[in-house]
């Protein structure tokens, strides 16, 4: 049950004559965030539109400083990051101001979503969620699967009048 490789990052931006060109090229590893849960940012924006273009900072760096998104979602910019999670392993319901574009990359997870729906991904298949609650769960009993997200801050969904605001519930352990 090995865990996910390192991901390369490259990043490529101008030299001193307007000469495109890499400007890195590194492996970046998960943080554990949860047992089972490893992820961080690929690349963080901290405006839309954002000035990267001829900025040398290092965008993985930046804070998003919005604990009420759970410090997932930068409130003004853009959040690229992976998630990758253990076999058998299940992210607890949630949900965030933001439209978030999500790709499997490798592994199986099954998208859960609050009326007790279940979709099954596979590798390529891509979900766009949209401030709704949800959960990721890793079906395999020997493989880790990788997703990778754009999570872009997004006024919160209103029904009845009502804002659907962040929410995380956790797993219940008595069950």
């Known amino acids: 049950m090995s865990q996910p490789p390192s991901l390369r990052r490259i990043v490529t931006g101008h030299n001193d004559q307007g000469v495109a060109v890499v400007a890195s090229d590194i492996t970046i590893d998960g943080e554990t965030m949860d ?3 490893k992820g961080r940012s690929i690349w963080i924006t901290d405006r839309v539109p954002a000035h990267d273009n001829n900025n040398s900072e290092d965008g993985a760096t930046r804070p998003i ?6 410090e997932l ?7 690229f990051r992976f998630t990758d999670l253990s076999p058998g392993h299940i ?4 949900r965030t101001s ?3 574009y999500n ?13 007790g729906a279940e979709k099954h991904l596979s590798p390529g298949d891509v979900v766009v ?6 959960a990721w769960k890793n079906p395999s009993s020997t493989t880790w699967a990788r997703l990778v997200s754009v999570l872009i801050p997004a006024e919160p969904a209103v029904v009845q009048g009502k804002p659907l605001d962040p929410a995380f519930i956790p797993l219940d352990s008595s069950a």
């Open 98 to 100: 933001s439209v978030d």
């Open 65 to 70: 400083g919005d604990p009420s998104n759970f």
């Open 129 to 134: 969620q949209k401030g709704t609650i949800h």
């Open 35 to 37: 047992s089972g849960i």
């Open 91 to 94: 992210i607890p319901m949630h």
């Open 73 to 79: 979602v930068h409130p003004k910019g853009t959040n």
């Open 103 to 115: 790709v499997l990359v490798f592994g199986e997870l099954i998208l859960i979503t609050e009326d």
